[in-house]
């Protein structure tokens, strides 16, 4: 049997372990990162019980049995031996749940930054995509679908590199 | 009020059925589409609906006694008893090359619907399908812009590119009522609010499509509506193609995983 090793209480530790899971797709951020992380919850009578809640980004999203495989070995791994890990879909996730931090390690890696989530229906007008590789707002959208559902893909006219824009949702 | 549970049943089956032939039929433009941007955007518009579907037979089999996976119900059911309008499995082309005028227009046609569907139904009485909705407008949102975006290039570009958007609508417009047919609908599951009458979306689709065809220089279709029927069970021929190549696999070799 493992021993839930540190002194922080239990519910502390799982969402810490859960927390820390990469998202496959995007290898940068962490799922809370991402806001896809909703809640941890540690069973009263058996603290070694534990129930995460994760929200897909989109419907069709093809990561969800990988982060849901990812979540279970990470607190397997903190000492937890009873993991479920369910998906909700409402309230719907939003790229405005996406973290400062998230938004930053983003653009780090090459894929600029959402701007605001569409209202309603009505698009939000971003007034510019910067370029992540030299930070020029001279850049234009190719395709409103890149490599995976939550991106698409644009290309900066100064350096004439393309690159992924994470798209509001 | 009580939300009837066999309507519950049929409405989501149907609606994810709609999803689910939708997506399948799509996937035949993948490394087809006259662009490689435009076989990314397919693929990811296809995605989109096939995550829809999984929600909706997920949960429409979960209610069912006794109750069966999204697997079972994709895979293991026979033509007659998939709910999906004629529009989303029609093939691309009765003979000769497939036309991506064809492909844009009804994409148009079924993303402005659903759209319309599920902004309504994102506030059912029933949590689920309120929550699947919720969660798929704002997918369907993208692809209503995308298949918008086209039609206004296709109609107000060339000549040809004109008139074959044009034919494309006239071909499909034939099969736009029957997404709005509701006798499929249990009346008590609309009184209840959990479901939404699919004739309330009309003059909405009307509105938003009148709009986009004029301003991209092409007519609204005046065409008589196609015999349908499938809501009730009953598909036009190339169905059971579609079906033997989606559903081969799974009864070829059951239990089958990769």
Known sequence: ?169 | MIIPRNGVIDYATALGDDALLAAQRMGEWIAAAPQIEEDVAIGNIALDLLGQARSLLSYAGSLEDPVRTEDDLAYFRDEREFLNVQLVQRPWSGSGERDFGVLVARMLLFATYQRALYAALATSTDETLAGVAGKAVKEVDYHRDHATMWTLRLGDGTDESHDRIQAALDAEWRYVAELFENDFVDPALVESGAAVDPATLRDGFDRRISEVLAEATLTVPEVAPAVTGGRRGLHSTSMGYLLAEMQHLARSHPGVSW
């Open chain 1, 1 to 169: 049997m493992v021993t839930v090793r540190s002194a922080a209480p239990p519910v502390e530790q799982a969402w810490a372990a859960a927390a820390a899971v990469l998202d496959p797709e995007v290898p940068v951020l962490t799922i809370e990162d991402l806001g896809i992380l909703r809640d941890v919850q540690v069973d009263d009578d058996d603290q070694r019980t534990v129930r995460v809640t994760v929200t897909p980004t989109y419907s069709g999203c093809p990561a969800m049995d990988a982060i849901s495989e990812d979540v279970r070995s990470a607190l397997l791994d903190a000492g937890f031996d009873n993991v479920c890990v369910a998906f909700v879909l409402s309230p719907p996730w939003t790229t405005d749940w996406i973290s400062e931090e998230g938004r930053r390690k983003l653009e780090e890696f090459g894929i600029a930054p959402p701007g605001r989530a569409r209202q309603d229906g009505v698009t939000a007008l971003s007034l510019t995509v910067r370029c992540p590789q030299c930070g020029s707002p001279d850049t234009r959208e190719l395709s409103r679908f890149g490599s995976t559902a939550c991106k698409a893909l644009w290309v900066c006219q100064a350096c004439q590199e393309p690159f992924d824009h994470f798209k509001s949702i």
